[in-house]
């Protein structure tokens, strides 16, 4: 009977010392399962199924692959998509600088046209003066006799001309900002 305890406690301890390789053997991160195995280690890239039985290894729904093959496979992926993201950055660039110069040629036209407008509006202003200055001046002498009518028309003339010129001094600037 002695020999039967023995030989049954000797089976259970390489049962259990196997049980436990069996367990230690899949581990998760980064939701992959990495199998350590005979051969090295191996990723599921599937589904991972349990086993039932301690004793015997678990399943893999997918395709199993080598560590050194997914960290190959996954430095290519990752250099295609970097190359790809350069690529759209380039791009992104070069139609910066296309607007950048159309928005440059635009301010600048926007300043030649507000350049223009202005002078325009100085001519305008210039040619009407002149012209309120020639009718008054065209006046006859003999309206102009009676002094205080005389002052009133000068005075009439003054008015004109400040609101002439008021008018076209309220004009903002352009701002080149």
């Given at each position: ?42 990723v ?9 039985d ?9 395709q ?28 992104l ?10 928005l ?10 507000q ?11 210039d ?17 102009l ?19 002439v ?13």
């Amino acid at each position: 009977m002695k020999t039967l305890v023995c030989v049954i406690t000797m089976a259970l301890v390489f049962f259990m010392a196997g049980v436990t390789s069996v367990q230690s053997q899949t581990q998760v991160l980064d939701g992959y399962t990495l199998i350590r195995g005979a051969s090295g280690t191996v990723v599921c890239l599937g589904r991972w199924i349990p086993p039932k039985d301690v004793a015997l290894p678990g399943t893999c729904e997918g395709q199993v692959v080598d560590v050194a093959q997914l960290t190959a496979i996954s430095s290519r992926l990752t250099a295609d998509r970097l190359d790809q993201i350069l690529f759209a950055l380039s791009s992104l660039d070069q139609k910066l600088a296309i607007n950048n110069d159309h928005l440059k040629q635009l301010i600048e036209a926007t300043i030649k046209t507000q350049t223009s407008i202005d002078e325009q509006v100085s001519q305008v202003s210039d040619l009407l003066r002149e012209t309120i200055t020639t009718r008054f001046a065209a006046l006859p002498e003999s309206m102009l006799a009676n002094d205080l009518f005389k002052k009133e028309i000068q005075k009439l003339k003054e008015d004109i001309l400040k609101e002439v010129e008021k008018r076209n001094s309220k004009r903002p600037p352009l701002s080149t900002k």
